[in-house]
């Protein structure tokens, strides 16, 4: 087994998940955890101005080795926190070597299998080593392959001083599965110039454009009274909750979108007659787009304040993050490299748009271009989430490269 592999291992050990709706950074205090655990493992590789901020952040830097002018700081950043989807507590893995296209047993006890026949990315690891869960549990290479990716470059930058870069930052952050993963990052203190994310899912993913993300709250105010006396009396916040969902474009949802197509999506609804709370997310590529999905969920609710009363419908709306794509345009050069690096490692770049968001998106406009490279995943946020150790050890060379290529780029 490969170093890379053995560092994710360890890592997917630790329960990290983080929950939604808590008002603390970290949202659970166990992502420290692994905090702790990687703050040691960077001080015992000899890393400079290692620490772990209150809110769980770790940094450290790797200075650089040579005098060349111009030379950017450049980070790389992953995150620590497992989704709340599905389970990161007692994670068992095995690994599948020299898989052979066929059907993956994870659990015989509970007869749980994951096959090409459902999920056709599999057929593209035939001959590699793969590594999945018991089928009980997610696996966590969103992000910890990443966390494990990065960690290996370190150590090799660290082991090899006669490998020339400029200086190095590495950043692990909380909470970027419940959105809230740059909330506390210290740009400034990080002390990269640019970045790259190492968030990304199937090796060859290189991504810099990502939805512009908005989050809707709507409160129905209903009138509640005996069914047996409710005519012209009785307004049932559940229906009128359906007739402003249906007031929405009935194509523009998940289900029914792909590539640069936007869409509205009922994340969550809970009441009764007398009140219900419903939860959107808004999401569109294009900016303008995504302001008009805005304004007519505004006027939506406007419409059933006029007809129903005022104060009948509340929406609360507010901005998540925006296309990572307009910050990104100024410093093309590191797609550029990204791209190169891929090719030189032997990856065929796969350049799409993020239908979701990334730290990177924030990050970017928070003054650090940050787009998001692959880690080799697959079926993140779910128990059929599997990863090729080939693909971690590819990426790992992808990084080395970045690094080179940066140095170089800036001896034109």
């Given at each position: 087994?490969?170093?890379?592999?053995?560092?994710?291992?360890?890592?997917?050990?630790?329960?990290?998940?983080?929950?939604?709706?808590?008002?603390?950074?970290?949202?659970?205090?166990?992502?420290?955890?692994?905090?702790?655990?990687?703050?040691?493992?960077?001080?015992?590789?000899?890393?400079?101005?290692?620490?772990?901020?209150?809110?769980?952040?770790?940094?450290?830097?790797?200075?650089?080795?040579?005098?060349?002018?111009?030379?950017?700081?450049?980070?790389?950043?992953?995150?620590?926190?497992?989704?709340?989807?599905?389970?990161?507590?007692?994670?068992?893995?095995?690994?599948?070597?020299?898989?052979?296209?066929?059907?993956?047993?994870?659990?015989?006890?509970?007869?749980?299998?994951?096959?090409?026949?459902?999920?056709?990315?599999?057929?593209?690891?035939?001959?590699?080593?793969?590594?999945?869960?018991?089928?009980?549990?997610?696996?966590?290479?969103?992000?910890?392959?990443?966390?494990?990716?990065?960690?290996?470059?370190?150590?090799?930058?660290?082991?090899?001083?006669?490998?020339?870069?400029?200086?190095?930052?590495i950043g692990f952050t909380p909470?970027?599965?419940?959105?809230?993963?740059?909330?506390?990052?210290?740009?400034?203190?990080?002390?990269?110039?640019?970045?790259?994310?190492?968030?990304?899912?199937?090796?060859?993913?290189?991504e810099y454009e990502n939805f512009?993300?908005?989050?809707?709250?709507v409160t129905i105010n209903g009138?509640?009274?005996?069914?047996?006396?409710?005519?012209?009396?009785?307004?049932?916040?559940?229906?009128?909750?359906?007739?402003?969902?249906?007031?929405?474009?009935?194509?523009?949802?998940?289900?029914?979108?792909?590539?640069?197509?936007?869409?509205?999506?009922?994340?969550?609804?809970?009441?009764?007659?007398?009140?219900?709370?419903?939860?959107?997310?808004?999401?569109?590529?294009?900016?303008?787009?995504?302001?008009?999905?805005?304004?007519?969920?505004?006027?939506?609710?406007?419409?059933?304040?006029?007809?129903?009363?005022?104060?009948?419908?509340?929406?609360?709306?507010?901005?998540?993050?925006?296309?990572?794509?307009?910050?990104?345009?100024?410093?093309?050069?590191?797609?550029?490299?990204?791209?190169?690096?891929?090719?030189?490692?032997?990856?065929?770049?796969?350049?799409?748009?993020?239908?979701?968001?990334?730290?990177?998106?924030?990050?970017?406009?928070?003054?650090?271009?940050?787009?998001?490279?692959?880690?080799?995943?697959?079926?993140?946020?779910?128990?059929?989430?599997?990863?090729?150790?080939?693909?971690?050890?590819?990426?790992?060379?992808?990084?080395?490269?970045?690094?080179?290529?940066?140095?170089?780029?800036?001896?034109?």
């Amino acid at each position: 087994m490969t170093s890379v592999a053995e560092r994710f291992l360890r890592y997917v050990d630790i329960d990290t998940q983080s929950m939604d709706d808590q008002e603390q950074v970290p949202s659970t205090e166990k992502q420290k955890n692994l905090g702790n655990l990687l703050k040691e493992e960077l001080e015992a590789l000899g890393v400079s101005r290692v620490r772990m901020s209150s809110h769980g952040y770790v940094y450290g830097e790797i200075p650089a080795n040579t005098d060349k002018a111009g030379v950017p700081a450049l980070g790389f950043i992953a995150h620590m926190d497992t989704s709340p989807a599905a389970s990161g507590a007692n994670v068992k893995t095995q690994i599948v070597k020299n898989y052979d296209g066929g059907s993956i047993l994870m659990n015989r006890e509970l007869n749980i299998s994951m096959g090409p026949e459902d999920y056709e990315d599999l057929a593209d690891y035939i001959g590699q080593d793969l590594i999945t869960t018991d089928g009980t549990t997610l696996l966590g290479a969103d992000d910890k392959a990443g966390v494990a990716e990065i960690m290996e470059l370190a150590s090799w930058l660290m082991a090899h001083p006669e490998f020339p870069h400029g200086k190095i930052c590495i950043g692990f952050t909380p909470d970027e599965e419940v959105g809230r993963g740059s909330d506390f990052f210290d740009v400034e203190d990080f002390g990269a110039d640019v970045a790259y994310t190492v968030d990304g899912g199937a090796i060859g993913e290189l991504e810099y454009e990502n939805f512009n993300a908005a989050s809707a709250a709507v409160t129905i105010n209903g009138v509640s009274i005996h069914t047996g006396s409710a005519r012209g009396k009785m307004k049932n916040a559940l229906l009128l909750g359906m007739e402003l969902h249906n007031l929405l474009p009935v194509f523009e949802n998940p289900a029914c979108t792909d590539g640069y197509e936007g869409f509205y999506h009922l994340d969550d609804m809970k009441g009764g007659v007398e009140h219900c709370v419903m939860k959107y997310i808004i999401r569109d590529h294009d900016m303008e787009k995504f302001q008009a999905k805005k304004r007519l969920m505004e006027q939506a609710a406007s419409y059933m304040n006029a007809k129903y009363g005022e104060g009948t419908v509340v929406l609360e709306m507010k901005d998540s993050y925006f296309n990572m794509l307009e910050k990104i345009k100024p410093h093309f050069e590191l797609i550029d490299i990204a791209r190169q690096a891929m090719e030189d490692a032997g990856i065929q770049p796969k350049v799409t748009p993020i239908r979701g968001g990334t730290d990177g998106a924030r990050l970017s406009y928070m003054g650090l271009p940050c787009p998001n490279l692959c880690t080799g995943g697959h079926n993140f946020h779910g128990r059929f989430e599997y990863i090729s150790i080939q693909s971690m050890e590819k990426i790992v060379e992808m990084l080395k490269n970045i690094v080179k290529l940066t140095l170089e780029s800036n001896r034109k």
